[in-house]
């Protein structure tokens, strides 16, 4: 049963009432706290949680199955590969630990000294090796606002978009934590008005509104995962920012798609919220036309209803909202992301992420992209410190924030940010 997710517990842990983190997230993250060590860890309100002190100090005793070092470990990796049941053990747990009528620990302050930290002073690191990446394609909107750019309305959508979640396969090895800042890319790129291609820093520097999947091992290699089967091989979700060089990735993306445009730099948030937290936020999923072939159709209520907005904060300046977009847009559910990388025999990895894609959705506000929000270029947006922008440029830093919200519980991620740093000579 999932007790974590009751909506009228309450913690001894103080909670501000528009946190992300109330004790009905129980995300996991990887930190370091004072005194130089990495651990394993939660966080309700603004207070992060040593899992392994928790675990050390017989916190855990009654999980007689949770192996004693898997919380002394530099990431997720372990703890994942032991599944959703152990998952939802340890989440049920640590509800119970905190909840405001158990002073098991809260009256312990020996304990609470070894345990607790104040999360502005841990350093949050990468919740999971990630050996594989993949990046779908699957908001409708977004494929459709780029393909008439591109190719005119007529020819939109590619002819088989509707049939499969288009994906392509992305680079792990430059997969960053929220706050790791990075250079802007160099590269070949093709100006409108030159007959050869140029070389230099990239001039139309974007960032791509995401959300991903972080899965468990899954079958042998040749052994397919079902969209019935997929949410038990899914442990958590994250915010993505896909960062994008617009103009290397016009000139290279024929035949073959994505490579230098995309791989220099890709930004995670650094709790991983469990599918299980999710659950009260369940919502449909757009209608799809055609009706997907038989290995790619779910039932019921497959996709989660998180807002999601992205910032802009120029060097020295104030930050300003420049879109809002959410999860349920995406025309492709996470069931059948998986269901189909899977299908043809291909195995998956306990810490691998498979983003959404873009998520824009039908208004302009809800563009997840400054390729989409400037019209490429064609339109300028006004931010509140007066600055104005078309893509983004160096001592910018761009924050995601996401959440949910059903009137009774609101839980969300935190943020994923990074700042524009000028290209290396």
């Known amino acids: 049963m999932l007790t974590a997710n009751e909506p009228n517990r309450k913690s001894w842990i103080e909670v501000e009432s528009n946190s992300d983190f109330p004790i009905q997230n129980i995300p996991f993250g990887v930190f370091i706290p004072t005194d130089d060590f990495t651990t394993i860890g939660t966080r309700i309100g603004n207070t992060a949680i040593d899992l392994s002190a928790l675990h050390q100090l017989g916190y855990f005793s009654e999980i007689e199955e949770l192996p004693e070092d898997v919380f002394l470990q530099d990431t997720l990796n372990d703890f994942i590969t032991l599944g959703r049941p152990m998952w939802r053990k340890v989440r049920n747990r640590v509800a119970d630990i905190f909840d405001s009528t158990n002073g098991e620990l809260k009256n312990n302050t020996a304990h609470k000294e070894q345990i607790l930290f104040d999360v502005a002073e841990v350093q949050m690191l990468l919740p999971v090796f990630t050996q594989d990446y993949t990046d779908f ?60 291609p140029v070389f230099g820093p990239s001039k139309l520097l974007d960032f791509e509104l995401e959300m991903g999947f972080i899965t468990t091992d899954g079958k042998h290699l040749g052994d397919r995962i079902t969209t019935d089967e997929a949410e038990d091989y899914i442990f958590g979700m994250v915010l993505v920012n896909d960062w994008s060089a617009r103009d290397i990735q016009a000139w290279e993306y024929v035949p073959l798609g994505p490579f230098l445009g995309k791989n220099f730099a890709t930004s995670i948030s650094p709790w991983v919220v469990t599918l299980d937290a999710l659950e009260p936020y369940r919502t449909e999923s757009p209608a799809q036309d055609p009706t ?4 790619l159709q779910t039932s019921g209520k497959r996709t989660f209803d998180i ?77 509140d410190g007066g600055e104005e922008r078309k ?24 943020e994923v940010r990074a700042k524009v740093l000028p290209a290396k000579e």
């Not at 977004?142 to 978009?161: D, Y």
């Not at 997907?292 to 290995?295: V, W």
């Not at 983004?392 to 991620?413: A, K, P, V």
């Open 307 to 383: 807002e999601i907005d992205a910032f802009i904060e120029p060097e020295n300046s104030v930050e300003s909202k420049i879109c809002t977009s959410n999860f349920k847009y995406l025309y492709w559910n996470i069931s059948q992301q998986l269901a189909h990388h899977t299908v043809n025999g291909c195995n998956i990895n306990a810490g691998d992420l498979m983003a959404s894609g873009t998520i824009s959705g039908p208004e302009e506000a809800n563009y997840g992209s400054l390729l989409e929000l400037s019209w490429r270029g064609a339109k300028t947006i006004k931010l």
């Open 292 to 295: 997907p072939l038989p290995y």
């Open 391 to 414: 893509f983004l440029q160096d001592g910018d830093s761009l924050i995601m924030r996401g959440h949910c919200n059903n009137g009774t519980t609101r839980i969300g991620f935190g």
């Open 137 to 196: 394609y699957s908001s409708m909107e977004h494929a459709m606002n780029v393909g008439i750019m591109f190719r005119g309305k007529e020819n939109a959508l590619m002819p088989n978009w509707k049939h499969l979640p288009v994906g392509y396969h992305g680079r792990s090895s430059s997969i960053i934590v929220s706050g790791e800042d990075f250079h802007r890319p160099v590269g070949q790129m093709k100006p409108a008005d030159a007959e050869v």
